[in-house]
Structure formats: structure tokens, C-alpha cells
């Protein structure tokens, strides 16, 4: 099993949702805070939010009142739901542990919201 496989990406247009999902090992991950980062062309990874293991979470300001990031621990799932995209929200979007484990950094899955 890899480390983290995110999906749930595709192309969208503007206003529309998605939700992502991200399947985590729980061997390297357990239950320590997770969060979902994304990456625009020619840009730095940022974390956009995040959930603690207490089950607390905290979003970017860009995407506050718009994504929620949720866990189901029986899974070893994080999701991510968005809405309200718009074009700045386009990305590949990746989920770690926050901080992230460098070495495990997944595929991402893409996001392109279209005008």
C-alpha cells in the first residue's frame, strides 16, 4: 500500500464542488494531524487545511466558509470538500501529516477550475 493515494480530482467550472479523498496508512500516519496541501503552477505548496487528532481544524483564509476537511479514522481517509471553486482554487492537491513527512509526499490529484 503507498503511503497516501489522493483522488477525487477532475475539472470543474466555476462554483461547482468536488470532494477529495485521501486513503492513508495508518502504520506511518496513525492518528497525528493531517492536512491537505495543494500547489499552482509555479507557486510553493501551501496547507490549505487541517485536522488535528483531536478533530479540530483550520483552514487557509482563501478557502475558510468554503472547504471543509473531514476524517474517518475507520477508513484511514481524510477528505477534503470543496465548493464554491473558483479559478484561483486550481492546483494539484496533496495530503501529509501536518508537518508534512517530506519523503512521503503522494501523486496529488489535480484540480482545474475553468471561468
Known amino acids: 500500500q503507498a503511503p497516501l493515494v489522493e483522488s477525487g480530482g477532475g475539472l470543474v ?3 461547482e464542488s468536488l470532494r477529495l479523498s485521501c486513503v492513508y496508512s495508518r502504520r506511518i500516519f496513525s492518528t497525528n494531524a493531517m492536512g491537505w496541501y495543494r500547489q499552482a503552477p509555479g507557486q510553493q505548496r501551501e496547507l490549505v487545511a487541517r485536522t488535528g487528532r483531536a478533530g479540530q481544524t483550520g483552514y487557509t483564509d482563501s ?3 468554503r472547504f471543509t476537511i473531514s476524517r ?3 477508513k484511514n481517509t481524510v477528505y477534503l470538500q470543496m465548493s464554491s471553486l473558483t479559478p ?3 492546483a494539484i492537491y496533496y495530503c501529509n501529516q501536518d508537518p508534512p513527512l517530506r519523503t512521503y509526499w503522494g501523486q496529488g490529484t489535480q484540480v482545474t477550475v475553468s471561468s
Open 63 to 65: 478557502v475558510k466558509g
Open 72 to 74: 474517518d479514522s475507520a
Open 13 to 15: 467550472q466555476a462554483g
Open 88 to 90: 484561483e482554487d486550481t
